[in-house]
């Protein structure tokens, strides 16, 4: 069924190309839709929005002057798509395993899915580090060594029997270095963080790669492979920079922490659009981890320091402005909430004086609330003194929030959606607060805004709130 549809909308789009060969063409199908539209983008820039009609398919036509990698996107997944001027390119995707079930037809089919094939083997990698950090460093040199060249292995065979472009090999050779050099930067981090020891066997040359780092290659910017390296890089250096034997420099959202990768963001790139990308992301979290009115005026500083082109500073500002009211010491009694019934109630209305535990979670990651309902049912086991709430991010869609509890069973009596006044545009700003715990004391004051379930410091100051 699935390769019937697309042989179908081939036929139908050689008709369309040979009207119009100079357009290129991407078009597919949406299983189990999130909304009802697409978008394509590349470099981080929307070039159109596509609807979905009434079967789920969509179908677009634009000039193309080269061939490039482009975001193909159905919130909230995205995906690469390669694309040559004049292609015919078409898609398949069911939305409830969007990277596993995504296969393209067309001209560029075979580029189209060894990028997928490759996104694919790099999530592996992610279980591969966490079962690898357990050995010596020199079996993963080794273990990695092996896997690199059994990937350049079966790419020079794919290769031999297409006819790919010197642009596309760049790419496609560049995903699986930058995966290999991603890997050793993401053990690093787990000896320097778990097993410091191990960290001291570590060769001299362990680093080498690294000499040959292009920090501003406008091609590679759509490369996953190449983006979560950078992140990792960025990571490793701010904890270099640091002593590490204070603790305190594994804390990924400490604010020193991110001000040294702000520092080196400035210091490495050129090309604007990582400058952008990593200020962006970086300031973000700077902000929405703030605690104190100090820290906040210094992040504000900081986007006044760096004025790029590309910065809405008058977006970061307003996400400074949602921030203040959630700083330490803050009194949360009158916080407006939004009931699965719709009606509005204040927290002093649920809490009864009792200290409160927020939690936050969004329709549209609703894996990890699921994963989270048994750390939530452990802990209100374990700390019956608490209350325990729920309470949804998607501010724009509180049918998707009702949908979500709907589809899951959840209890309506400890879910809420969080009300808030802050302008349409800034919505968007409230899924940097995803996953997120707020600890209040039985006087609605918070105590804690910055960490997770997970967080090994989560319990004691539970204890200590219940001591005081």
């Not at 609807?51 to 490039?68: A, H, M, R, V």
């Not at 990792?232 to 604010?255: A, P, V, W």
């Not at 963001?265 to 300031?283: A, Q, T």
Request: with cysteine; proline share 4%; charged share 25%.
């Amino acid at each position: 069924m699935k390769y019937s549809f697309l042989w179908v909308l081939i036929v139908c789009l050689g008709c369309s190309s040979e009207q119009n060969r100079e357009l290129t063409f991407i078009g597919g199908r949406i299983v189990n839709p999130n909304s009802n539209y697409v978008t394509l983008e590349h470099n981080d820039s929307v070039i159109d929005t596509i609807p979905l009609d009434k079967n789920n398919n969509f179908g677009y036509e634009f000039s193309q002057k080269e061939e490039s990698i482009y975001t193909f996107k159905h919130y909230p997944e995205s995906q690469n798509v390669y694309l040559k001027p004049g292609d015919s390119a078409v898609l398949r995707v069911n939305t409830l395993e969007f990277d596993e079930s995504l296969s393209y037809g067309g001209n560029s089919s075979t580029e189209n899915n060894f990028l997928i094939s490759m996104f694919l083997l790099n999530e592996q990698d992610n279980d591969l580090i966490l079962s690898y950090y357990k050995i010596s460093p020199q079996n993963f040199i080794e273990k990695t060594d092996s896997i690199l060249k059994l990937r350049f292995k079966n790419f020079e065979r794919l290769k031999s029997n297409s006819k790919f472009t010197p642009y596309f090999e760049n790419i496609a050779e560049s995903i699986i270095e930058y995966e290999y050099y991603d890997m050793r930067e993401r053990y690093a981090f787990l000896m320097k963080k778990y097993v410091p020891t191990k960290f001291e066997e570590f060769p001299e040359d362990y680093f080498d790669y690294r000499k040959g780092i292009d920090f501003n290659n406008p091609d590679l910017v759509p490369n996953f492979s190449y983006m979560r390296f950078l992140d990792n890089y960025l990571r490793n250096k701010s904890i270099e920079i640091c002593q590490t034997e204070n603790r305190d420099c594994f804390d990924l959202n400490n604010h020193q922490n991110l001000k040294r990768r702000l520092d080196l963001v400035h210091e490495l790139f050129d090309n604007d659009f990582l400058r952008s990308n990593f200020f962006n992301r970086f300031i973000r979290r700077e902000i929405v981890f703030s605690e104190t009115e100090e820290q906040l005026a210094e992040t504000s500083a900081i986007i006044k320091r760096f004025d790029l082109p590309a910065i809405d500073e008058e977006k970061l500002y307003q996400l400074v402005n949602i921030q203040s009211k959630y700083l330490i010491g803050e009194n949360l009694k009158n916080l407006s909430l939004r009931t699965p019934g719709m009606d509005t109630i204040q927290l002093h209305q649920i809490s009864k004086s009792k200290p409160t535990i927020l939690y936050t979670w969004s329709a549209f990651s609703f894996e990890g609330k699921k994963n989270n309902l048994n750390t939530i049912n452990e802990l209100r086991n374990n700390y019956p003194e608490f209350n325990f709430l729920s309470i949804n991010l998607d501010v724009q869609n509180p049918r998707l929030w009702i949908n979500a509890l709907k589809r899951f069973n959840y209890p309506p009596q400890t879910e809420y959606q969080v009300i808030s006044d802050v302008p349409t545009n800034t919505y968007g700003f409230y899924q940097n607060y995803i996953n997120r715990v707020y600890i209040i004391d039985k006087n609605y004051r918070l105590t804690n805004n910055s960490m997770s379930l997970f967080d090994p410091k989560l319990e004691s100051h539970f204890s200590s709130l219940l001591s005081q």
